[in-house]
């Protein structure tokens, strides 16, 4: 993720190609903020503008098993 620690937008960039996965953005505490669905290809772009200040973690899912996670600061 770029850039990290991030303001208003971040970029996500996965390791491989991502088909039909869903990503779930959760706080430090483990709630959920939101979830994306269907989600394909190599990178995308996340708005933080409506993110509070803090420690997030965005886990990403293929067939309801975790494949990836990542930590992402919001100033």
């Known amino acids: 993720m770029f850039p990290n ?3 208003d937008k ?9 088909n039909n996965a869903n990503i779930k953005l959760t ?5 959920e903020i939101y979830e994306l669905n269907n ?8 708005n933080a503008d409506k993110l ?5 973690f965005i ?3 293929e067939k309801n ?3 990836g996670r990542s930590k ?3 100033q």
């Open 5 to 7: 620690p991030a303001m």
């Open 10 to 18: 971040f970029f996500v960039r996965f390791e491989n190609v991502l």
């Open 27 to 31: 706080d430090a505490n483990g709630k």
């Open 39 to 46: 989600i394909s290809g190599t990178t995308m772009d996340m």
């Open 52 to 56: 509070s200040k803090g420690i997030y």
């Open 59 to 61: 886990n990403v899912y």
């Open 65 to 67: 098993k975790i494949i």
């Open 72 to 74: 992402i600061v919001i």
